[in-house]
């Protein structure tokens, strides 16, 4: 690791620092012409530094010109805003303040709602975004509400992207009086990112919503209708003489944890307690660049992931939560697809990194003390720009070998079996903008290395590698956009490493009825390629685009990326009309309809589907939308799951959604996924109702619920092979599931807060008609299967039985289908910011689990069974205290 930092470093302090960039134009119409707003001016503190304490009655606001130009986005757009709006801006060498005045001629019906940093909330509200870096791209935004509330965000990719986990440390205070509501901030240079240079010009939005109003008010104004954000800010100008400065920040963490689970009475006992220490440190390495490590970092504080049942084959999908590894990654996403249906796909997959471990161990007492993640030895990433435009990110990581410790009953150690190899991960990206943010491209390449030093690890990668360049460009007085990329991967291991990638799911080399993807057990290395294209009209009424991705069979990026499947040409085309006008019962409305399809590399016809999806916004704000797809019959060549292609009915999809005005304390809604398939009988319905309740004050309820009721008529349950005949075993699923999400948040201070979060889970399925797949493309789809009776099934004592030739003899066997699983997690944090950017922690985790062979379907019942379920408890606390040099 320390040859790694210190090759990062040095490329860093090698490169020059960034450029400044020219100011430009912002379009205000929809016209084609590019008009220069008045920009905002920025003047230096001569005197004494405001006082943040949200009163402005400090002197130096008295010597600022105030931006008052607002106009509405939203209800009436272009118009000039109903309530008197003032900014006003205030520099010194260290720290860029704000001065907000918000008049209301209605200050009683102002709406503050305190709620933890960077939750959403129905309230007034001015969002700043500055855009420091002027690169037309990306930009830093800073929020308060009159309680004092506030949220900051990483804006990037032109505003299509936000990133929330970015934390800077600053000081705000806020105040209502009898004019409106006022606030104060005070935002050191040293958490912006800008070029060295003794004049300076960022980019500048400032947006005000008034709650009961429903009014947006925007400086400077630009339509809706319109494509890019960052790309149309104003330009805050007047910054001159600021010195660079010193970015180095150190937090070091301390924290301890005790567990609590059930073992054995006067014998095992698994529970542990645990210290920890560790830090994070930021380095400005140059105006441009900086770079964060982590030592032995701790994430207990962060919220635990929902449980889930996959029956699927593929790898279910987590966003990332960790703070390292979600702050400040916009620079490494590289997307695998451009389709929004695979939009979690892509190069780099954070959460690779101290992952659960691969594989599983087996005590022959059956007890065993097995890690539940993988251990992160350290991490270091560095980012930013460094000049013409460049970005540059190189991220590294480290990961230690796990190993599970095998127990007698009484808890002593008889031996151990590895489960997870030490790892090091590589990301490396180099991005450019041009042309006023208009064009980018860019490369990335990734790395995955593993000590395989045990004979368990022979099925898993030595090496790992992917890369590939992208570019994006928007053109036609930004009415069209552009967008294209190409990748490759190679993995290379041993041939049993290599023909377990060749077998599994997302290549299926050994499909029989296929002949261009040739499974080769003496491979000790697998390569492939991917690449796609999107062109698309992005402004006006009516926007579209067409779109085209391939991905060949060898293509694998799972190492630290996250993908499906492999061996697909895939397309399609969309177009959406668009009334963003208020008429007579509609304030907006959308409706699109769309076409896409898929193609294996040997020419197979997958899924096609032809969808239409109409949303409405009414005058009330309520919202509507209702999704209807219908797919016919087509050809999976993963139902199988490595036997041949089997040619699957048609079917519908039906999805209406509901919700309510999101500005209100009470917020309802209630989305219906539906899917009705006529020859096989399947049918599916799945319910999610859900309430927040924000009322004024410190508190915030909300309950979500999922009920899912499915009968599924070809559920794969096993593959197994009968004097060298394979079997394909599949069978008719009743399923239910029921889940309740459950959040609560109270802010006693704006830096004080406790968040409790639980999710009890019941998902039960009971099979019938297990059966054969005999001939996977007869015309009809009974004659696909061959079902079953009482003379070659037998089911019983936990085992479902086999005859295949009926002559009183078992085949084969394999567990019972029918399972029933509960759980519970629940995770309760309290946070106390009792110093800027430093943090105490009190945490306590549970999460219970129970399995069963039970065919029962009364999921409701069974959903009180979580709480009596065995499970595992953690207490924990932590402490990280900020220096900032």
């Known amino acids: 690791m320390r040859v790694s930092l210190l090759l990062a470093a040095a490329v860093a302090f090698a490169i020059p620092t960034v450029q400044a960039?020219?100011?430009?134009?912002?379009?205000?119409?929809?016209?084609?012409?590019?008009?220069?707003?008045?920009?905002?001016?920025?003047?230096?503190?001569?005197?004494?530094?405001?006082?943040?304490?949200?009163?402005?009655?400090?002197?130096?606001?008295?010597?600022?010109?105030?931006?008052?130009?607002?106009?509405?986005?939203?209800?009436?757009?272009?118009?000039?805003?109903?309530?008197?709006?003032?900014?006003?801006?205030?520099?010194?060498?260290?720290?860029?303040?704000?001065?907000?005045?918000?008049?209301?001629?209605?200050?009683?019906?102002?709406?503050?709602?305190?709620?933890?940093?960077?939750?959403?909330?129905?309230?007034?509200?001015?969002?700043?975004?500055?855009?420091?870096?002027?690169?037309?791209?990306?930009?830093?935004?800073?929020?308060?509400?009159?309680?004092?509330?506030?949220?900051?965000?990483?804006?990037?990719?032109?505003?299509?992207?936000?990133?929330?986990?970015?934390?800077?440390?600053?000081?705000?205070?806020?105040?209502?009086?009898?004019?409106?509501?006022?606030?104060?901030?005070?935002?050191?240079?040293?958490?912006?990112?800008?070029?060295?240079?003794?004049?300076?010009?960022?980019?500048?939005?400032?947006?005000?919503?008034?709650?009961?109003?429903?009014?947006?008010?925007?400086?400077?104004?630009?339509?809706?209708?319109?494509?890019?954000?960052?790309?149309?800010?104003?330009?805050?100008?007047?910054?001159?003489?600021?010195?660079?400065?010193?970015?180095?920040?150190?937090?070091?963490?301390?924290?301890?944890?005790?567990?609590?689970?059930?073992?054995?009475?006067?014998?095992?006992?698994?529970?542990?307690?645990?210290?920890?220490?560790?830090?994070?440190?930021?380095?400005?390495?140059?105006?441009?660049?900086?770079?964060?490590?982590?030592?032995?970092?701790?994430?207990?504080?962060?919220?635990?992931?929902?449980?889930?049942?996959?029956?699927?084959?593929?790898?279910?999908?987590?966003?990332?939560?960790?703070?390292?590894?979600?702050?400040?990654?916009?620079?490494?996403?590289?997307?695998?697809?451009?389709?929004?249906?695979?939009?979690?796909?892509?190069?780099?997959?954070?959460?690779?990194?101290?992952?659960?471990?691969?594989?599983?161990?087996?005590?022959?007492?059956?007890?065993?003390?097995?890690?539940?993640?993988?251990?992160?030895?350290?991490?270091?990433?560095?980012?930013?720009?460094?000049?013409?435009?460049?970005?540059?990110?190189?991220a590294q990581a480290l990961t230690s070998k796990e190993q599970a410790r095998l127990l007698n009953p009484a808890g002593g150690?008889?031996?151990?079996?590895?489960?997870?190899?030490?790892?090091?991960?590589?990301?490396?990206?180099?991005?450019?903008?041009?042309?006023?943010?208009?064009?980018?491209?860019?490369?990335?390449?990734?790395?995955?290395?593993?000590?395989?030093?045990?004979?368990?690890?022979?099925?898993?990668?030595?090496?790992?590698?992917?890369?590939?360049?992208?570019?994006?460009?928007?053109?036609?007085?930004?009415?069209?956009?552009?967008?294209?990329?190409?990748?490759?991967?190679?993995?290379?291991?041993?041939?049993?490493?290599?023909?377990?990638?060749?077998?599994?799911?997302?290549?299926?080399?050994?499909?029989?009825?296929?002949?261009?993807?040739?499974?080769?057990?003496?491979?000790?290395?697998?390569?492939?390629?991917?690449?796609?294209?999107?062109?698309?009209?992005?402004?006006g009424p009516l926007i579209w685009e067409a779109r085209f991705a391939t991905r060949s069979p060898g293509f694998e990026a799972n190492d630290i990326g996250f993908m499906r499947r492999a061996d697909a040409h895939e397309g399609q085309v969309q177009a959406t009309y668009r009334w963003l006008k208020p008429g007579t019962f509609f304030r907006r409305f959308d409706w699109t309809w769309s076409l896409d399809g898929s193609t294996t590399y040997g020419g197979e016809l997958g899924t096609t589907t032809l969808q239409t999806v109409v949303t409405a916004q009414f005058l009330n704000y309520w919202r509507a939308s209702t999704q209807i797809a219908w797919e016919p019959a087509h050809i999976d060549i993963r139902a199988l799951r490595g036997g041949p292609s089997l040619i699957v009915p048609a079917h519908w999809h039906i999805n209406p959604n509901f919700s309510s005005d999101s500005t209100k304390e009470l917020l309802g809604t209630f989305t219906v996924q539906s899917t009705i398939e006529d020859e096989s009988g399947k049918k599916e319905l799945t319910l999610n109702p859900g309430l927040r309740w924000r009322p004024p004050g410190p508190v915030a309820l909300s309950i979500g619920a999922r009920t899912q009721w499915s009968l599924e008529d070809r559920q794969y349950l096993t593959t197994r092979t009968v004097a060298a005949s394979p079997y394909y075993v599949f069978g008719r699923m009743n399923r239910r599931e029921v889940s309740l999400t459950l959040r609560t948040d109270v802010s006693v201070t704006p830096r004080l807060t406790f968040q409790f979060y639980a999710q009890p889970f019941v998902s039960a399925r009971r099979f019938e008609n297990i059966k054969f797949v005999s001939s996977p493309h007869a015309d009809r789809y009974a004659d696909r299967f061959d079902v079953l009776g009482a003379d070659r099934l037998t089911r019983g004592q936990g085992l479902a039985r086999v005859d295949v030739n009926r002559d009183g003899v078992f085949d084969f066997s394999f567990d019972d289908p029918d399972h029933r699983v509960v759980s519970l997690r629940t995770n309760a944090v309290l946070r106390w910011e009792f110093r800027p950017g430093s943090t105490l922690y009190l945490v306590w985790q549970q999460n219970r689990n129970d399995e069963a062979n039970l065919g029962t379907l009364d999921a409701l019942h069974d959903l009180g069974n979580t709480f009596s379920a065995t499970g595992r408890n953690v207490l924990a606390v932590k402490i990280a205290y900020w220096i900032g040099l």
Request: no cysteine; hydrophobic share 35%.
């Open 413 to 539: 150690e008889i031996g151990r079996v590895g489960i997870e190899p030490f790892t090091s991960y590589t990301v490396v990206r180099a991005r450019r903008v041009t042309h006023q943010g208009r064009v980018v491209y860019g490369v990335v390449a990734t790395g995955v290395g593993r000590r395989l030093d045990d004979a368990a690890f022979d099925v898993m990668h030595r090496t790992g590698f992917a890369g590939g360049g992208d570019y994006r460009a928007r053109f036609g007085h930004d009415t069209y956009e552009f967008q294209g990329a190409v990748m490759g991967s190679r993995v290379d291991g041993s041939r049993n490493a290599i023909l377990q990638t060749q077998l599994n799911l997302t290549h299926n080399f050994q499909r029989p009825d296929q002949t261009y993807a040739v499974l080769d057990s003496t491979r000790t290395s697998l390569t492939g390629l991917s690449a796609q294209a999107k062109l698309g009209k992005v402004a």
């Open 21 to 394: 960039q020219e100011a430009r134009p912002v379009r205000l119409s929809g016209s084609g012409n590019d008009v220069a707003p008045e920009a905002a001016y920025a003047v230096r503190a001569r005197d004494a530094l405001p006082v943040i304490d949200g009163r402005l009655d400090d002197r130096a606001w008295q010597t600022t010109t105030p931006l008052t130009d607002f106009r509405q986005r939203n209800p009436d757009e272009g118009a000039p805003a109903t309530e008197r709006t003032e900014v006003r801006f205030v520099y010194s060498d260290r720290d860029l303040y704000i001065g907000i005045r918000a008049f209301d001629r209605e200050p009683s019906r102002i709406v503050g709602r305190l709620v933890r940093r960077d939750q959403p909330v129905s309230a007034d509200y001015v969002d700043l975004f500055i855009d420091s870096y002027h690169d037309r791209r990306t930009a830093f935004g800073f929020s308060v509400n009159p309680s004092g509330a506030r949220g900051d965000v990483f804006v990037y990719d032109d505003g299509q992207r936000r990133d929330d986990s970015w934390d800077p440390v600053y000081d705000w205070a806020t105040q209502v009086d009898s004019l409106g509501w006022t606030a104060e901030l005070r935002i050191p240079f040293s958490q912006l990112r800008f070029p060295k240079r003794d004049s300076l010009a960022f980019g500048l939005r400032v947006r005000r919503f008034i709650n009961r109003k429903n009014e947006e008010d925007n400086w400077p104004f630009f339509p809706r209708e319109q494509a890019g954000e960052v790309s149309r800010y104003a330009d805050l100008s007047g910054l001159k003489g600021i010195p660079a400065p010193r970015r180095l920040e150190f937090l070091p963490y301390s924290g301890a944890s005790r567990s609590f689970e059930p073992g054995i009475a006067g014998a095992y006992d698994p529970s542990r307690s645990t210290v920890r220490t560790g830090g994070d440190l930021k380095v400005g390495l140059t105006s441009g660049l900086t770079m964060d490590l982590t030592i032995t970092p701790d994430f207990g504080q962060v919220e635990a992931d929902p449980a889930v049942v996959n029956l699927t084959g593929f790898e279910s999908f987590f966003p990332e939560k960790r703070p390292f590894f979600v702050e400040g990654t916009d620079i490494f996403r590289f997307p695998l697809s451009n389709n929004p249906f695979f939009g979690d796909e892509g190069l780099v997959y954070t959460r690779r990194i101290g992952r659960e471990p691969q594989l599983t161990a087996i005590s022959p007492t059956g007890f065993l003390d097995s890690p539940l993640e993988t251990t992160i030895l350290g991490a270091a990433k560095i980012s930013g720009q460094i000049g013409r435009g460049w970005s540059l990110g190189i």
